[in-house]
């Protein structure tokens, strides 16, 4: 997947990933696409629920070896 910008979260634990992202959304230019890199297994549900809450868009995640690589898609401010 394109994308504009890449957060490590590597061996980062709940709640740490989504605090991340949640600081890194506000870095990037709306239509940006942020790639998330986590091992956490928490992120295949916590990263769809801060996108719905907070209104950006989930494109997905992929599973690489012991990685999983989330999506979001800036849309506000």
């Known amino acids: 997947m394109d994308k504009d910008h890449t957060l490590d979260c590597y061996g980062l634990l709940c ?3 989504i605090i991340k992202i949640a600081a890194m959304i506000k870095e990037i230019a709306v239509g940006e696409v942020l790639e ?9 549900s916590d990263l769809p629920a801060w996108c719905q809450r907070t209104g ?3 494109l997905g995640i ?3 070896g ?3 690589l989330g999506y979001v898609r800036k ?3």
């Open 36 to 44: 998330v890199v986590a091992t956490d297994e928490g992120i295949l």
């Open 56 to 58: 950006h868009a989930f």
């Open 75 to 77: 849309t506000s401010a």
């Open 15 to 17: 709640p740490m990933p």
């Open 62 to 64: 992929e599973k690489r």
């Open 66 to 68: 012991d990685e999983y």
